[in-house]
């Protein structure tokens, strides 16, 4: 598939500039040549499930049954931390009910900055989950629409927030060092 249907990611310690659809020379893995790799489409699909749970999430407003859900949400993050995002629940639907009807992807993507990423999702949706347990209503609306543009831009139009965030530690930690 063409850059617009993957997930800007990278981080093989390779700093470049952006090429197409923001991506790096880093983030491209060609098909094949590495079994780590993943098809970068699976996070973008991961994102768009995640939107929907953060809007409904937001729809719900500040009441247990909204906190519930950026719980759950938050597990979700928790376990695409801990798995890679191929290996989270999204990810499983992708795997599941999505991939099995797409072309094969003409190169893969590092899972590094794509599981990093994940990490910032549990960070600002957990975040919110335990402050509105604790009695900080406005931290679960507000959590869930950071978490939800994040997912959004991914799921739309490739852009991973996380995923940059990833890949500008990686610039600063080479220059560094160099």
Known sequence: MPDQNSTTGGGDGTPGGPTSAGRTPADRIPAGRSPAGIDP???????????????????????????AL?????ALFLVGTVRGAQ???QGRIFRALVQPRLAP????????PPRFAQGVGLVITGAGALLGAAGVVAAIP??????????????????????????LGLRLRSRSVG
Do not use: H, K, Q, W
């Open 142 to 167: 507000t959590a869930a629409a950071f978490a939800l543009v994040a997912a959004l831009l991914n799921s739309t139009f490739g852009l991973c927030l996380g995923c940059e965030m990833y890949l």
């Open 70 to 74: 950026l719980a759950v949400t938050a």
């Open 41 to 67: 489409r699976g996070p973008r699909v991961g994102a768009g499930i995640t939107a929907v749970l953060l809007a409904v999430t937001l729809l719900l407003g500040t009441g247990g049954a909204a906190l």
């Open 87 to 89: 290996g989270s629940v």
């Open 105 to 112: 992807p003409t190169e893969l993507e590092d899972p590094r």
